[in-house]
């Protein structure tokens, strides 16, 4: 579905150029569920971004396989607009798209439906906690009907408990729905149960990659079996303890 | 909304207005001044159905009135042409910000013996003179208005691949109106010192003549009825644009911000 080689990107700063990613290979295949992980600053919001579409690489390329590929994407942050109700929200990006009313009224609904947020439609955004506004953001990245789902770390700013919750209903939102995600992360925890590869970026290069083998489906006792903690303590020992240089904020 | 709340929104102005009645009254009772020094509120209303009725008040309320409303628009008007430009374009910005605050600390009202002389004296300086006090504070909340877009929002909005118009639209004009309003707010009062500072200058209507025509004969309770009438003014246009705020970001402002 999405292809890069040698892919790599640099950003000209005052003090020089600063190499963000260097020379990724790196595929992402139908139905699959993929973690990047990676720690503050490792380039992993500027490779969904490249993947978006929304900066070009330096040098190297990256393809979609199919051409009029729909992307849907999840930030850090839920990023609602505060003046419009949650329906609204969510239907942002069918009318941006220039829907009519009827169609992203009943997509939206819809929508909201798959992530349990329906009865908050006619709320407005500060009525949410802080779990629920993020659910409404999968929401609207999901209205569309991508075909690939791009997650920014999004539960990264919720209490572990409410993020292990969320994580739970995101696996069953995608074994009901079959998207395509693409899921980035600094948890190891997070991206094993997740995900089916674990692709681990350091430095601005994706240094190993890790298959999990962990049957689905997974629940709250994954995390205690005996094979999720054979693979923490895989991915744990490839990944640096300490980072070899203190990056330049982007 | 609970009853004791509107309970207490609809019968403390009230209070409030009997108890500054009652300290007037109050302070006549003790001090006795002399009326042409300090007339009772009852020679004011009398004065005030004096003037009603003999229809001297009506023309100038009218005239003022007008003043204040044109003055007020078209301070707002081109508060908001000038300052969403100067918000979007940075060398704009770069060299109008400090012209703008330093135009703003100037007390304009300086200036409108200078307007009488260019404009000569009507209706039209007094217009002039409330717009361009009116104009800075708008202009400047304008520009922060637009600044106060959130990054997280304008990259959703990218990524949702939408062009200049849905932007602003969708994003930069809703973000900008509580800073907008917030500077209606702050300009609402100004432009009613603005009319009546052109009415002093001369044009021989409006309440501000009718305060300079009362202070000349010494018709104090006149002074009293023109001072209350421009009070009521600028209270009236302070409700109408908290009214206009509660409209436009009443379900939302103020709120939790996520």
Known sequence: M????????????????????????FHLEEKEFVAIVGRSG????????????????????????????????????????????????????????????????????????????????????????????????????????????????????????????????????????????????????????????????????????????????????????????????????????????????? | MKIPSLLLKTVSPVVLVLSILLMWQLIIWVLSPQEWLFPSPL??????????????????????????????????????CSGYPISQIRLLEKVATPYLVAANSVPLIAFAPLLLLWLGSGMGTNIVVAAMVVYFPVTISTIAGFHSVSPYHTRLLHSLRANKWQRFRRLELPSAIPGILAGMKIAAPLAVVGAVVGEFLGTGEGLGHLILEANGLLDTAQLFVAIIILALFGICFYLSSLGLEQLLTGPWHHKRRL
């Open chain 1, 42 to 250: 490792s380039g992993k919001s500027t490779f969904l971004d490249l993947v978006m579409g929304l900066t070009q690489p330096s040098s190297g390329s990256i393809t979609r396989t199919k051409p009029d590929l729909t992307i849907g994407y999840v930030f850090q942050r839920p990023a609602l607009l505060p003046w419009r109700t949650v329906l609204r929200n969510v239907a942002l990006p069918l009318e941006i798209a220039g829907e009519p009313r009827q169609v992203w009224e009943e997509k939206a609904r819809h929508s909201l439906a798959q992530v349990g947020m329906v009865h908050t439609a006619e709320g407005y955004p500060f009525q949410l906690s802080g779990g629920m506004a993020q659910r409404v953001a999968i929401a609207r990245a999901l209205v569309q009907e991508p075909d690939l789902l791009l997650m920014d770390e999004p539960f990264g700013a919720l209490d572990p408990i409410l993020r292990d919750n969320l994580n739970v209903n995101l696996l069953k939102l995608w074994a009901r729905t079959k998207k395509t995600i693409l899921f980035v992360t600094h948890s190891i925890n997070e991206a094993i149960f997740l995900s089916d590869r674990v692709v681990i970026l350091e430095e601005g290069r994706f240094i190993e990659e890790v298959v999990i083998d962990i049957p689905r489906p997974r629940d709250f006792d994954t995390f205690h079996s005996s094979e999720f903690i054979a693979k923490v303590r895989k991915i744990r020992s490839i990944m640096p303890i300490q980072p070899n240089l203190p990056r330049a904020p982007l």
């Open chain 1, 2 to 25: 999405i292809k890069a080689e040698q892919l790599s990107k640099t950003f000209l700063h005052n003090n020089g150029p600063h190499v963000v990613l260097e020379d990724l290979e």
């Open chain 2, 43 to 80: 020679l004011v209303w009398t004065r005030f159905n004096e003037l009603w009725h003999a229809n001297a008040l009506q023309h100038h309320v009218l005239v003022t009135g007008t003043e204040v409303l044109a003055g007020y628009g078209l301070g707002i008007f081109l508060g908001l």
